[in-house]
C-alpha cells in the first residue's frame, strides 16, 4: 500500500525524487500522488484567509471664485457617500469541549472539531465632506484653509477569521483572535497655513493642523462564552481581540523656510512640533491606549543646484517617540530616543538621458537606541553605521 504522506514528502527532495523516477513504477505512483494534490501549484493552508470588499462611491463637488477688494479667492467643496460591503474568509478550527484528564489536576485538555470554512460579513457606509479654500492676500501672500473628513480602513490581519487557544486550566481559559467586524477609523481633519513667496525659488510658510480620529482600534480583553458541548463549566474564556472605540486629537505646527540664491546655493529648513491628548502615561500600568509614532521632527538642508551640478546636505532630526505601547516580550511600551543623521547626495547630468550620482546615508553612524517605560530601561542597540552608493541613471 502506497504511504502518500511519506511519498509526498519524497517528492520534494530532489535528490530522492532522481532516484525515485528511475523505477516506472514508483515514477507512475509518484504523477498520480502529484496529480491528486494539485501538482505544483501553491494551496491555501488551514490559516489562510481571503478579505473581500465591495465599494460603492457617489462623489460630487463644486468650485466657486470671487473678489474680496484686491484679494482674490477660490473655494472647492466636495462631499463623497461610501458604501462599503465586506467578507471575511478562512478556515477556523473550533473548540467543542475541555477534558480533564486526571481528577485532581487544574490543566484541562482540548478537543476540536476539524477546520471548516468561514465566512463572515460586514458592512459600513461613510459620508465624507470636504472643503478647501485660498485666499490671494496680496500676489506673494497666500492664506489656505481646509475642512476634511477621511477614513482609514483596518489592516487586513485584524480582519481575518482567526481564534487561536493559548492556555485551557480549570483557573484561567485564555485566547487571542481577530475581529472582521472592525470599523474603519474616522478622521475630522483641520488645515490653516500662511505662505509668503517672497522671491521666484524662496518662500516661508507657517501651518496649524488638528485632527480628530474616532474608532482607533486596540487589543483589549473581554470575557466571551464559548459554545462547549455538554454545558461545561469552564466554557468562559478571556479573549484578547482588536476592537473600535478610542478616540485621540492631534494638535500641529508646522514652520518652512526655503531660500535660493541666484549662485545656486540654498537652504531648506522645516519643523515639526505636535501635541496629543493620547499620549501614554507611563506612571499608569493600566493604561490600554497611546498614539505610536509621534514626535516632533526638524530638518535642515543646505544644496547646490546650478547647471548640470546638484549637491545636498541634510541634517535630520526626530524625537523621541512611543514604537509600541505593548511589548511583546514584556507587556510594558517601547520608546525610540532621539535620532539624528546626516545625509548627503549628488549627482552630475551628463546630458538629458545620463546622470551619475553618489549617495551617503548616516554619515556620522548614528545608532538607534530603545528603552522601556523609564529611560533606564534598555531594550535595543542598534548599530547600522553609514552606507554609501555610486550609481548611474539612465532613460530612454
Not at 481633519?189 to 505662505?195: C, K, R
Not at 472605540?245 to 494638535?251: F, H, K, L, M, T
Not at 523621541?320 to 548627503?344: H, R, S
Not at 554619515?363 to 529611560?375: A, L, Q, W, Y
Amino acid at each position: 500500500e502506497l504511504n502518500e504522506a511519506a511519498m509526498w514528502n519524497l517528492a520534494n527532495d530532489p535528490a530522492s525524487l532522481v532516484l525515485l523516477t528511475q523505477s516506472p513504477e514508483i515514477k507512475e505512483s509518484l504523477l498520480a500522488l502529484h496529480a491528486s494534490n494539485g501538482g505544483f501549484t501553491a494551496r491555501a493552508t488551514n490559516g489562510a484567509y481571503e478579505i473581500e470588499e465591495d465599494v460603492t462611491s457617489f462623489y460630487a463637488d463644486g468650485y466657486f471664485n470671487g473678489d474680496i477688494g484686491d484679494m482674490t479667492w477660490s473655494v472647492v467643496t466636495g462631499l463623497r457617500y461610501s458604501k462599503t460591503e465586506q467578507t471575511s474568509n478562512g478556515t477556523m478550527q473550533t473548540i467543542v469541549g475541555l477534558d480533564k484528564p486526571v481528577e485532581m489536576s487544574v490543566n484541562l485538555v482540548p478537543r476540536y472539531e476539524g477546520f471548516q470554512a468561514v465566512a463572515i460579513d460586514n458592512d459600513y457606509d461613510n459620508w465624507l465632506p470636504s472643503i478647501s479654500a485660498n485666499l490671494n492676500i496680496t500676489d506673494e501672500l497666500i492664506l489656505r484653509a481646509g475642512a476634511s473628513k477621511t477614513i482609514t480602513r483596518p489592516t487586513l490581519t485584524d480582519l481575518a477569521p482567526a481564534l487561536s487557544i493559548n492556555s485551557t486550566t480549570t483557573d484561567l481559559r485564555t485566547a487571542k483572535g481577530s475581529n472582521p467586524m472592525l470599523s474603519p477609523f474616522e478622521s475630522t481633519n483641520f488645515d490653516l497655513s500662511l505662505e509668503y513667496y517672497y522671491d521666484e525659488a524662496s518662500m516661508a510658510s507657517v501651518a496649524y493642523f488638528r485632527k480628530s480620529v474616532d474608532n482607533f482600534i486596540i487589543r483589549t480583553n473581554s470575557i466571551e462564552n464559548f459554545d462547549l458541548q455538554f454545558g461545561e463549566q469552564w466554557s468562559d474564556f478571556d479573549v484578547n481581540r482588536p476592537v473600535n472605540g478610542e478616540s485621540a486629537a492631534v494638535d500641529g505646527i508646522e514652520a518652512n523656510w526655503i531660500h535660493t540664491l541666484e549662485s545656486g546655493f540654498g537652504v531648506q529648513i522645516n519643523a515639526t512640533f505636535v501635541d496629543s491628548n493620547a499620549e501614554l502615561d507611563n506612571s499608569n500600568p493600566d493604561q490600554v491606549f497611546a498614539l505610536e509614532g509621534l514626535s516632533d521632527t526638524a530638518n535642515a538642508v543646505v544644496f547646490y543646484e546650478k547647471g548640470p551640478y546638484q549637491l545636498r546636505i541634510a541634517y535630520n532630526l526626530r524625537g523621541e517617540f512611543l514604537e509600541t505601547q505593548i511589548n511583546p516580550y514584556a507587556g510594558e511600551p517601547i520608546y525610540v530616543d532621539d535620532y539624528e543623521q546626516i545625509d548627503i547626495s549628488g549627482s552630475y547630468e551628463i546630458n538629458d538621458n545620463m546622470s551619475v550620482y553618489f549617495e551617503g546615508i548616516n554619515i556620522t553612524e548614528s545608532t538607534v537606541d530603545k528603552h522601556g517605560r523609564f529611560d533606564n530601561h534598555f531594550i535595543y542597540y542598534g548599530d547600522y553605521g553609514a552606507r554609501y552608493a555610486l550609481g548611474v541613471r539612465a532613460s530612454f
